[in-house]
């Protein structure tokens, strides 16, 4: 029945963005989607994402070309100056349609977005809504990482190796957890897991001048500075002409690196002259003190020497004094001996007189003589 009412009909541009997609393989279909929105991107959000977000769920795309042309269409967004969307943009999406598909798209162009310009706190609220339905998306898991690692979280890892353990992810999630772990100058581990990483990604064929630029820097955090210089220059011979701002972004990296291979270079050298001067004041400080040292020993020695001279000289003079007191013990006996018998042999009290007088006589001698031996060693040590 006709009311009257013409039918709505898709204009020529319309028809032509079906019939390429429609001869297009998946892999195609997100690049054609790229160029059929590119310009778009100059306006405000509401004039190309509701109608992104509509083609994307009536061709059917595959998830990981959802996230190519969202990422390529919200970088290209960036270059222009486009505003973030907002609560407007978002009703006004899911209004048309509250699926699944339309809420990963607005978190996928919002997300990169906001990882473009490295808005790590709002995009870790953002992380937050999302993941409570896209746990296991690996962007998603991406972004969270991103914001995470950004903002030195300590659930920073944690979310970094769940996103890169995710069985859906590809080149573009890999990308915002390289760029993610460049932030993240607070873990010693960095430089080595964005090796780690940028390998992952070169044997999965998903390396590009971006790969070799995060590459160069790690190898020069690392101090591996020819190594940094060979992926600086893959990086550079890679880029395309007429990105000014990133090639010079890359010859900054190249600039960082010899200048840091210089530092090293002079640091290195500067602590070896330091070394040589140190090792050289210790040797002159070691002779020194061994002279010294020397000179101390052969004093102590000539001391040792004296007193050991001087140790026999007493000695000796000891023994020798010993014998001469024990020859008069034995004189002294033989006299007591003789003189006890003539007193006993006296007649008269005479001759008995005499003989008394003889034995104290011989005993007074005696004494002298054992003063005489035992004081005359002291005198000359007491005149010296």
Not at 146 to 167: E, H, K, M, Q
Not at 262 to 283: K, Y
Request: overall charge negative.
């Amino acid at each position: 029945m006709d009311n009257g009412v013409p039918p709505q009909r898709q204009s020529p541009e319309s028809d032509r963005l079906s019939e390429r997609m429609e001869a297009a393989s998946d892999r195609e279909k997100a690049s054609i989607l790229v160029d059929h929105f590119a310009a778009a991107t100059a306006g405000p959000p509401s004039a190309w994402v509701d109608d992104f977000v509509s083609r994307v769920e009536e061709f059917g795309l595959p998830v990981r070309q959802i996230r190519r042309a969202a990422t390529d269409l919200a970088w290209l967004a960036r270059k222009n100056g486009q505003g973030y969307l907002d609560e407007t943009d978002r009703a006004r999406v899911l209004a048309a349609g509250n699926t699944p598909t339309a809420r990963l798209c607005l978190a996928y162009i919002h997300g990169q977005r906001l990882r473009f310009d490295f808005k790590f706190a709002q995009l870790h609220r953002h992380c937050l809504e999302w993941l409570a339905e896209f746990d296991q998306d690996a962007l998603v898991l991406s972004f969270a990482a991103f914001a995470a690692l950004g903002a030195r979280a300590s659930n920073g890892p944690g979310l970094y190796r769940r996103a890169v353990d995710a069985p859906d992810a590809d080149d573009k999630t890999n990308q915002v957890l390289l760029t993610g772990i460049n932030f993240a100058d607070h873990l010693p581990e960095q430089p080595q897991m964005m090796l780690d990483l940028s390998d992952e990604m070169m044997a999965r064929g998903q390396e590009n001048s971006i790969v070799y630029y995060r590459r160069a820097t790690a190898y020069r955090k690392l101090g591996r500075f020819d190594d940094g210089l060979h992926e600086i220059d893959r990086a550079i011979d890679a880029l395309g002409p007429g990105d000014v701002l990133v090639h010079e972004q890359f010859t900054q990296e190249r600039r960082s690196i010899i200048l840091a291979q210089d530092l090293q270079d002079q640091i290195e050298r500067n602590t070896q002259a330091v070394a040589d001067s140190i090792a050289a004041q210790v040797d002159e400080r070691i002779a020194a003190a061994s002279a010294e040292l020397e000179q101390r020993l052969d004093e102590a020695s000539l001391r040792l020497t004296q007193r050991i001279d001087v140790a026999q000289e007493m000695v000796s003079s000891g023994l020798l004094k010993m014998v001469e007191i024990l020859g008069l013990f034995v004189a002294l006996v033989g006299f007591v001996a003789g003189s006890g018998a003539i007193v006993i042999k006296s007649h008269g009290l005479q001759e008995r007189a005499l003989s008394m007088l003889l034995v104290v006589g011989g005993a007074l001698v005696f004494f002298s003589l054992l003063r005489l031996v035992t004081t005359v060693g002291r005198r000359p040590r007491a005149e010296r």
